[in-house]
């Protein structure tokens, strides 16, 4: 048989697998052991099952052991324990309460600090599920009840908790970068722009939603003393001494993205003894979330591994070049082939799920385009952050119903996500119309 034809159906098996709830772990490293074998099988004509057994097994292990012995790897626990660590300490959550006192006058002032607080512990964590799960139970019930209609309160978090799939350092382009070998510090530094544009355009819709329909978000008519703002900012110094760690450390060259992890995970626990908010029970309970947390994408990242040995050893991804450049697709017509594609599934899987699952053949069509592999990573960040709160499965909008229970239905969750989602369309195209946007900052690192 073909390979390219294995592969083409070993994408199908794994789909269908997805579909029947398999985790996609052992989807993809399964289908592609087995896939592998027929491959090796038959590659002389005739059938030799032990040769194929032994070349198989090498395949599994070689990659699982490279990917896993991967220095860049060593940042993502360091991130998911930073992520604890300080919301253990409360440096995540002050961001928010800062940014509630100082917007509390605004119209929807709850609102837009659930927002602003959204970005500040995606600014730390890089998980846009932690984020919007952390926060949903801060802000959510709070803005419930005080009266802000349900679809506002809810779907402000759940889109604001999308932030930590683009704002530094975010684990989808920890993943990214690995299995595109681009560098991940570049990739940092290329989300910052649209990721304070996406922060900037939710706070822009809930604005013009209040002011539209004033009975969406009651007013605060209590006066903030400015003694008090400024004590409450001053909360917040935890949380922008570690962004500033690793978004200005990483663009003076002081540190590489795991370097930057490292320092802030040490200063997290520091700042959090230093101010009496951390206990080693809590540093213990991090640790163990941590280990569990990092396991899990792990174990996706070596299946990820694994299928991408399998793929190249198949030639699908030169064949679909071929076949897109015989058909001649303009650049503009692949970007919205690619865009489709990346929205379609991100209605049914996860961000990981989509990305390692179609990273193989993506990079070589978008490298024979000669299209920035940096500029695309924050292309397809942004498509799995919209994926995030689109029907039918938005993961962000569960996390959110799941904090609410029944108080709010999911229709009514979805039913305000429909706002937000606009600012992010309208983000992407300008992500995709003008590059210089995600380019700006890494082409000017030192």
Avoid at 44 to 70: C, Q, W, Y
Avoid at 143 to 161: F, K, Q
Wanted: hydrophobic fraction near 55%; proline fraction near 5%.
């Amino acid at each position: 048989m073909d390979p390219s034809l294995i592969g083409l159906l070993a994408f199908l098996a794994v789909l269908l697998l997805l579909a029947v709830r398999v985790p996609i772990a052992f989807a993809l490293a399964g289908v592609a052991a087995v896939a592998s074998f027929c491959i090796f099988a038959f590659r002389t004509g005739t059938f030799m099952p032990e040769r194929a057994l032994k070349a198989t097994t090498s395949m599994v292990f070689s990659n699982s052991f490279d990917l896993i012995h991967s220095y860049d790897l060593s940042m993502i626990p360091l991130f998911v324990a930073l992520g604890h660590i300080a919301y253990r300490s409360g440096i995540t959550t002050d961001i928010y309460y800062a940014a509630r006192v100082w917007l509390s006058r605004l119209p929807g002032g709850v609102a837009m600090a659930s927002v602003v607080g959204c970005g500040g512990f995606s600014a730390i964590t890089g998980s846009s599920v932690a984020c919007a799960s952390t926060m949903g139970r801060i802000c959510t019930p709070e803005m419930l009840r005080m009266g802000y209609d349900p679809r506002l309160a809810t779907a402000s978090v759940a889109s604001g908790g999308t932030l930590g799939s683009l704002i530094p350092p975010s684990v989808l382009f920890i993943i990214y970068g690995i299995f595109t070998e681009t560098s991940i510090s570049r990739l940092f530094l290329a989300g910052v722009l649209p990721g304070i544009i996406s922060l900037l355009g939710f706070l822009l819709v809930i604005y013009i939603w209040v002011k539209r329909d004033p009975a969406a978000a009651p007013t605060d008519d209590g006066q903030v003393a400015m003694r008090d703002r400024f004590r409450a900012a001053t909360r917040a110094w935890p949380a922008l001494t570690l962004f500033a760690i690793i978004v200005g450390g990483i663009y003076g060259g002081v540190f590489t993205a795991t370097e930057a992890a490292a320092v802030c995970v040490v200063a997290a626990v520091a700042i959090g003894f230093a101010q009496r908010k951390l206990d080693f029970k809590a540093v213990w309970e991090s640790v163990l979330e941590t280990c569990i947390q990092t396991a899990s994408i792990f174990f996706i990242a070596a299946g990820a591994k694994i299928f991408v040995a399998f793929i190249a050893l198949t030639g699908l991804a030169p064949d679909l070049v071929s076949s897109v450049t015989e058909a001649q697709l303009s650049p503009f017509l692949l970007l919205v082939a690619i865009a489709l594609i990346y929205l379609l599934l991100g209605m049914f899987l996860d961000p990981i799920g989509i990305m390692v699952l179609t990273l193989p053949l993506m990079v070589p069509l978008v490298e024979s385009y000669g299209f920035d592999l940096i500029w695309f990573g924050v292309v397809v960040i942004k498509l799995l952050e919209i994926g995030l709160i689109t029907p039918p499965v938005g993961l962000n909008v569960f996390v959110i119903a799941n904090v609410v229970g029944k108080e709010v239905s999911i229709d009514r969750i979805f039913s305000g996500i429909l706002r937000f989602l606009s600012v992010d369309v309208i983000v992407l195209v300008l992500i995709i119309a003008f590059p210089i946007l995600s380019l700006l900052i890494p082409n000017t690192m030192w």
